[in-house]
């Protein structure tokens, strides 16, 4: 009971420390911005510690952080052999096909009113659906390698990234569109001096959407087919064989790799649209 | 209603490519099956064909490319296929009495509906609660915040199966909780990113009113920062939904479930029968359609209730 006692005493100290640093005037910083979560987070890590080992909870139903980041250590080969069949072949492939196209597509339909007028009420409506289920039928068109991810992740991240799109295109008002005219400028020129700077906001607001959904869909898919090796592959079967410690550090993996890519595009998107009114006033 | 005829063109657009696409999709295991009702195909073996493109198979083969459209088991079923599946595994069911029998995608989808539901009444609880310490205290801000959005770019489905497996050695009977702990993993962040912006809204000028009339910190809450959340909660209710129906599919996925339009999915998985899957999924589409558009109209009339602009 003593580490139960001990961790709980470290999460109430944290706390205080946390609730001290907010009502300190140095709350505004930059680093204690940065401390608090972190100390939050890391208190929790040591309940949880502390728990399974007060608790001595067999290691079978949650193993300690400290257990799972020795495996992690222990076994980082294979973590690395998942992490490029699951997140680079599967995810970053589909992604990038997925956006593309449905960049492509959405500049196509931008042309035709009637079009867009049919195609967003029906794209935010599939983006609503649980595309997800539609796993098995593609891994069974396209074979249990990283292909058929990919494919699964294409079609979740098309429509979000279409209806996105299609929306930020609209953005521009007609007397910015009168002024492009002015200018003489063509179709083309509107297009990528004015229409798409405007449009970019929506598109990465699209993009990080997709961010998250393309690494759902590359790992369910993988639990309906894949070769021996792929992170979805390795959580199913370290679930049957009871190798737990296993599965949390890929879950570890897998949450590293979501908050990467999510942050990845965020540093991107800073970088675009830093002129947006989101994205001033943030050093 | 003027989006009306733009949105039926696309939709028939997207079935007649759907019903083109058929027949290049088919045409192998057409072919087989023909070859095997002792008829004569072109190129003769299976082996052969798979070194042909479709286009060819179908050029040479054109008269048995209708065979494609009447599969039992095809690669893509025909939208009328999917739909007479549809018909029987729901409508000719009633009729016969046994709209409640396993095979019946109403029992299903309603398993479905009932995790979904609390799924999303639990998310949505905890979405609210959370918002509201946001809004009140620092400290939570800055320590529950970034952890709030971290939490969402970690893929949940990673974390389905342990949830199921952690769920079931704590001796809890049934898969009704752990799916139901998924779907609020889904649904919670658009609900507490909604409120919080929802209960920041009013501006400083009418908190200040409120102040002047000597309000407590409740009156305030319970009299301005509640209902001028409403639309904005609304708003974020119909994206939760939507994603707490993902997260109950995705938590009927993982091997073993047995109920739920999940597991319709995956059993049509195992045993090949792809006609169950796609009944399955539309299924789901038109639940989450179902879904959606109860909470838009319980949005307009709550809202026109309230004398809001909805």
Redesign the interface.
């Known amino acids: 009971m003593t580490w139960l006692g001990i961790a709980l005493i470290f999460w109430l100290a944290a706390w205080a420390v946390n609730v001290a640093l907010a009502r300190s005037r140095y709350h505004d910083t930059r680093l204690v911005r940065l401390v608090v979560p972190l100390l939050f987070g890391g208190s929790l890590l040591v309940l949880w510690e502390g728990l399974v080992r007060g608790l001595n909870i067999s290691p079978v139903i949650l193993p300690a952080p400290s257990v799972v980041a020795q495996t992690f250590a222990n076994s980082t080969d294979i973590l690395w052999v998942d992490f490029t069949q699951t997140v680079l072949k599967g995810a970053l492939s589909g992604y990038a096909i997925g956006c593309l196209s449905a960049f492509i597509a959405a500049i196509a339909i931008d042309r035709s009113a009637f079009l867009t007028r049919g195609l967003l009420p029906i794209g935010n409506f599939v983006a609503a659906l649980p595309i997800v289920g539609i796993a098995p039928i593609l891994v069974s068109w396209f074979g249990f390698d990283w292909q058929s991810k990919a494919a699964v992740v294409v079609v979740m991240v098309f429509f979000p990234m279409l209806v996105n799109t299609v929306q930020g295109l609209r953005e521009t008002d007609q007397m910015q569109r009168d002024l492009m005219h002015t200018y003489a400028a063509g179709y083309v020129t509107t297009l990528t001096k004015l229409r798409l700077p405007a449009a970019m906001p929506f598109m990465f607001n699209g993009l990080k959407i997709a961010a998250t959904l393309a690494l759902i869909g590359a790992i369910v898919a993988e639990y309906f087919g894949s070769p021996t090796r792929g992170m979805g592959f390795r959580i199913s079967t370290g679930v049957g064989s009871l190798s737990i410690d296993l599965v949390w550090a890929e879950i570890f993996v897998a949450a590293l790799a979501g908050s990467g890519f999510y942050g990845a595009v965020a540093l991107i998107e800073r970088a675009v649209t830093f002129w947006h009114p989101s994205q001033r006033g943030r050093a | 209603m003027?989006?009306l005829?733009?949105?039926?063109?696309?939709?028939g657009a997207?079935v007649a490519i759907w019903y083109f696409a058929v027949a290049p999709m088919n045409v192998r295991v057409a072919l087989d099956q023909v070859e095997r009702s002792g008829a004569t195909v072109e190129p003769a073996t299976s082996v052969e064909r798979r070194a042909t493109s479709v286009w060819r198979l179908m050029r040479n083969n054109s008269e048995h490319v209708s065979v494609g459209y009447a599969l039992e088991r095809p690669?893509l079923p025909t939208p009328t296929q999917v739909g007479q599946e549809l018909w029987k595994t729901t409508g000719e069911m009633v009729l016969r009495g046994r709209a409640l029998s396993k095979r019946s995608l109403i029992l299903h989808g309603w398993i479905t509906l009932k995790s979904t539901l609390s799924g999303f009444v639990l998310g949505t609880v905890l979405g609210i609660l959370g918002a509201v310490a946001i809004v009140y205290s620092?400290?939570t801000r800055?320590?529950?915040?970034?952890?709030a959005i971290?939490s969402?770019?970690?893929?949940?489905?990673?974390?389905a199966?342990?949830i199921i497996?952690?769920s079931s050695?704590?001796g809890v009977e049934g898969r009704g909780l752990p799916k139901a702990i998924i779907s609020a993993y889904l649904c919670y962040f658009p609900v507490l990113v909604g409120m919080v912006k929802g209960l920041q809204s009013p501006a400083i000028a009418q908190l200040d009113l409120l102040r002047t009339y000597s309000a407590s910190g409740l009156q305030s809450f319970l009299k301005l920062r509640l209902p001028a959340s409403v639309p904005y909660l609304f708003t974020s209710l119909?994206?939760g939904i939507?994603a707490a129906?993902?997260g109950t599919?995705?938590g009927e996925?993982?091997?073993g479930a047995v109920s739920g339009?999940?597991a319709r999915?995956?059993i049509?998985?195992q045993f090949g029968t792809?006609l169950a899957?796609?009944a399955?999924?539309f299924t789901?589409?038109i639940l989450?359609?179902l879904l959606?558009t109860f909470l838009d109209l319980s949005q307009r009339l709550i809202l026109r209730r309230m004398g809001m602009p909805s």
């Open positions: 003027r989006s005829l733009p949105i039926l063109t696309v939709l997207i690669r620092r400290v800055m320590s529950l915040m970034p952890w971290i969402q770019t970690i893929p949940i489905v990673a974390l199966p342990m497996v952690l050695q704590l119909k994206i939507a129906l993902v599919i995705v996925l993982p091997t339009l999940g999915i995956l049509g998985d792809p899957i796609w399955a999924l789901a589409a989450a359609g959606v």
